[in-house]
């Protein structure tokens, strides 16, 4: 099965953007990351980036398709600000039925009040945050205990 790892704007700063919030490790750590969680549960990835939120809500529709193929292990999502904004993001995980989990690497209700509202989050499966960028292998470990038993 697959799983696709979305990232949102400005996480292609990652490294460099805040690095007392974010951490020092780049976009391209947290990909190889996904892939060693990913290869431990036998998982394709499928790992992108944009800043654009209609290439977000494109990504959730392929991820959607393969859903209905029954190849989807899930989607892990961090949507960076658009998860603060975004109803498109919402409609398009309820509109695809994927089995999506909300990550943010901050623990944002320790943040700004403007975080501290998900539009996404009612149509998550799961929503995680505050483990950092590791928190992107335990939401792939998270999809892998969801999966329906063989
Ligand atoms: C974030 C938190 C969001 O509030 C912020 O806009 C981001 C990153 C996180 O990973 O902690 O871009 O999603």
Not at 13 to 29: C, F, I, K, S
Not at 39 to 59: I, K, M
Not at 84 to 92: C, K, R
Not at 105 to 119: D, G, K, L, T
Request: aromatic content about 6%; charged content about 15%.
């Amino acid at each position: 099965k697959t799983v696709f790892v979305l990232n949102g704007p400005n996480l292609n700063l990652l490294g460099q953007r805040e690095p007392a919030v974010y951490g020092m490790h780049t976009l391209a750590d947290v990909e190889k990351l996904c892939s060693a969680a990913c290869a431990r549960h036998g998982f394709a990835l499928r790992f992108h980036q944009s800043n654009h939120e209609g290439a977000l809500v494109d990504w959730i529709h392929e991820a959607g398709r393969v859903h209905a193929a029954g190849d989807l292990a899930g989607v892990v999502m961090n949507a960076g600000a658009y998860t603060h904004t975004s109803v498109a993001l919402h409609d398009a995980i309820k509109g695809t039925g994927v089995t999506l989990i909300e990550l943010h690497i901050s623990n944002v209700h320790a943040r700004e009040s403007f975080r501290q509202h998900s539009c996404m989050a009612a149509a998550a499966r799961a929503v995680m945050c505050g483990f950092g960028v590791p928190g992107y292998g335990l939401a792939i470990d998270g999809l892998a205990q969801l999966q329906p038993a063989a």
